[in-house]
């Protein structure tokens, strides 16, 4: 089954700013960037089923690309940084911060989730894909999930993973098996 995930547009949020599952604004610029995400996807042709992440930033690409029945589904859902969001990571005060550099995989945010967490959800979802007969899907999501597929893929190590995202309004296309 080809996997095809899809990063959402780039966000109306100061640079540093740690906003995970906060509902944000796209950029003014999201018409621009939503068709040549549209046309990306255009070259797959048909697709056997579409996936979101609910929140609106993913939810309102999936409408722009035609499939406004996309399935909500919230293991697609960014990171929770919990008392973080919406903060700036270089203000942020919180003593688990210096842990959470240090190792985001099993460190969680104050109130939040790590990045283990994240990878469970984002690995029960594929899993689940898996047991499907799909052949071709498209995902609408965050970086911090396309990251996650990446490791359970092998494309990527953890240690990688916050350090090659996909670009605001990228594909990146996986088989599974």
């Known amino acids: 089954m080809k996997v095809v995930f899809v990063r959402h547009t780039s966000v109306e949020v100061p640079g540093g700013t740690a906003y995970g599952r906060s509902d944000v604004p796209l950029r003014a610029s999201f018409p621009l960037e939503a068709s040549v995400t549209r046309a990306c996807l255009a070259a797959y042709g048909l697709f056997d089923a579409a996936y979101t992440s609910p929140s609106t930033r993913c939810t309102r690409l999936a409408d722009y690309c035609g ?3 996309a399935t909500r589904d919230e ?5 929770d940084l919990g008392d973080w969001e919406m903060q700036r990571f270089d203000e942020i005060a919180d003593p688990r911060m210096e842990l959470w550099r240090a190792d985001a ?3 969680a945010a104050t109130r939040g989730e790590s990045l283990a967490d994240q990878y469970g959800r984002v690995r029960n979802f594929l899993e689940e894909m898996l047991k499907t007969d799909h052949e071709q899907v498209v995902v ?4 911090g999930v396309i990251a996650c597929a990446r490791i359970f893929s092998g494309e990527i190590s953890v240690e990688e993973a916050l350090d090659r995202e996909i670009a605001y309004g990228g594909v990146f296309e996986m088989d599974l098996d």
């Open 105 to 107: 995989f099993t460190t």
């Open 75 to 79: 293991r697609l859902m960014e990171i």
């Open 67 to 69: 499939y406004r029945g």
């Open 140 to 143: 609408f999501t965050h970086g």
